[in-house]
């Protein structure tokens, strides 16, 4: 009978060589050359099969990842509560600083996701650098915060939408009533447009990404000429850099500003999308870090000008945020071009970026919901685990996702305030997640424990509490430094290899695969980095054993 590529990735205990096994692995299917190969052998490493299609390249990813985040467009729907705590301060300084701690994530998770780019992403790199004991517990609320927070994300968008679509219904017919369950309808025929593409154009998704990103850029020049140019007054540089506001009535000015902060986090949150589109992405080791750094290069870069835009030409600061549209940036608009139309141009074409980055939130949400439910974390996991044989998606989790957004809209019906303060943990729990496997890495280099990964191009960070820095641009050798923990073993193997598909000059040492050996009680040996993992998982427990088994 013939044997499987992951099947074969069990020579590896009776060879010791780790290149053979590589090359067995990619037997059945050609050359090491082929970045789908390149995959496949990263995949039966991590104990996965290759279930879904990998459709996605650089470019349809980047932009992907650019209208997930949407940042200037976010920042437009969401400056005024940084205007009104904190003030402009707030807003500028608050962006700068959020964005060059954002980039420090990025890079961190990026080295993560260059080691192991899975779907699962956090509670994956969670279960990974946890103690032993607490490994299992904190992986799975993690795998839960993350969920959470991108089925929140994800709703937020279809909110936004929805309600700024009926700022100008009152900006157009000044007559319209503004109601509740209108944004909850308008929310379903959202998320029911974007369960269709999502299932039924997956062979187009690609491209739809590549062609919302282009307009990501090119609808940021069609309004921010416009904006400055047409704006009936300019704002003072003393209005812009040094104004500060307290209106929320909190008593402390620290608070106020640090409210007006939230603005900048939450156009700056969700980098993470990418990762968890890793297993459709073709060489996603080395696209998805490179994604996740320029996706916050970029989308900061183009937030930050737009909010610079906006505050220059804001106009007449009451009027705006008295707007009855509820979107100052509507009046904004308004006063600039003295046109309802124009204005309601300019503001569609906001809500079209976030209606199409909708389709890769829902993309996103549903493969992290795919992969949780893969690895047991879900009620009724083997339901919603089932992948499509004709799709080749996993249509059960989009679903579950999409009904979720339909569930949680009618919330806002009864209480828009309890609807908010739901959305509101969106930049909390994707923080928060970022923020563990961090953490309990940067405790690992505390405590001088082996860790996983480093690279040799910034030694600096070698002897430093420091999280790591991002691998996207490395082109040399890991480091081979030996670990005697089989899990670490394993992830670093991955990245020699990583390293060896790119440069096949590169040394490769051999004690990576005979030091990742595990004796089980009956004197039984297993060899290998990702076979040892999983049968010393059995003993230990580090992690739920069903993560270890290939699925």
Request: overall charge negative; proline content about 5%; glycine content about 6%.
């Amino acid at each position: 009978m013939a044997t499987t590529p992951l099947e074969k990735t069990e020579l590896r205990g009776r060879n010791g060589n780790k290149m053979a096994d590589d090359a067995a692995i990619i037997e059945e299917s050609g050359s090491l050359d082929s970045g789908r190969n390149k995959d496949s052998v990263v995949m039966a490493r991590m104990g996965k099969k290759q279930q879904l299609n990998r459709s996605f390249g650089f470019i349809p990813v980047l932009a992907l990842s650019s209208t997930v985040l949407s940042s200037w467009e976010s920042i437009c729907a969401t400056f005024a509560a940084g205007l009104v705590n904190g003030g402009s301060v707030a807003l500028v300084y608050g962006f700068i600083l959020a964005a060059i701690g954002t980039m420090c994530l990025a890079a961190s998770l990026a080295e993560m996701a260059s080691i192991t780019p899975i779907s699962g992403a956090q509670y994956h790199w969670t279960a990974q650098f946890a103690p032993k004991r607490a490994a299992a517990f904190v992986s799975w609320m993690q795998g839960w915060i993350t969920v959470f927070a991108w089925q929140a994300a994800l709703t937020s968008v279809a909110f936004l939408a929805a309600t700024q679509m009926q700022g100008l219904f009152v900006l157009q017919y000044p007559d319209y009533i503004y109601k509740r369950w209108h944004a909850t309808l308008l929310m379903w025929a959202l998320t029911a447009i974007t369960f269709v593409i999502n299932v039924f154009g997956i062979r187009i998704l690609p491209h739809l990404e590549t062609l919302a990103g282009a307009c990501h850029v090119l609808f940021f020049f069609a309004l921010l000429i416009p904006l400055v140019c047409l704006a009936p007054t300019t704002s003072s540089a003393k209005f812009v850099f040094t104004d500060f506001q307290n209106q929320g009535g909190w008593s402390s000015d620290g608070m106020s500003w640090c409210l007006g902060l939230l603005t900048a986090t939450f156009s700056l949150v969700g980098f993470d999308g990418a990762v968890h589109m890793s297993e459709e992405v073709s060489n996603a080791p080395l696209t998805i870090p490179r994604v996740m750094v320029l996706t916050i290069l970029f989308n900061g870069l183009l937030a930050f000008g737009f909010l610079l835009a906006i505050l220059f030409s804001i106009g007449d600061v009451e009027r705006a945020l008295n707007t009855p549209t509820g979107y100052p940036i509507i009046e904004i608009f308004y006063q600039a071009t003295g046109s309802t139309h124009a204005t309601t141009v300019m503001m569609g074409a906001i809500i079209v970026i976030d209606f199409t980055s909708a389709f890769g939130i829902l993309a996103a949400t549903s493969r992290l919901t795919w992969a949780f439910a893969r690895d047991r974390g879900l009620p009724f996991s083997d339901f919603f685990a089932y992948l499509n044989p004709h799709y080749k998606i996993p249509i059960r989790a989009i679903a579950l996702v999409a009904t979720f957004v339909l569930l949680l809209s009618l919330i806002n019906i009864a209480s828009t305030t309890a609807f908010n303060a739901i959305l509101s943990l969106t930049t909390l729990a994707l923080y928060c997640s970022y923020l563990i496997p961090i953490s309990l890495l940067v405790l690992k280099r505390l405590k001088n424990e082996p860790i996983p990964f480093a690279s040799q191009t910034l030694p600096s960070t070698r002897n430093h509490a420091l999280p790591p820095v991002p691998a996207c641009e490395h082109h040399g050798t890991w480091d081979t430094q030996t670990h005697s923990d089989p899990a670490m073993a394993w992830m670093e193997s991955d990245a020699l290899h990583q390293t060896d598909a790119q440069n096949s000059s590169a040394p490769y040492s051999s004690h990576h695969a005979h030091d990742s050996s595990f004796q089980h009680s009956n004197g039984s040996v297993v060899h290998g980095g990702a076979d040892a993992w999983a049968a010393r998982a059995q003993v230990d427990a580090p992690f739920p054993a069903h993560l270890h088994e290939p699925s």
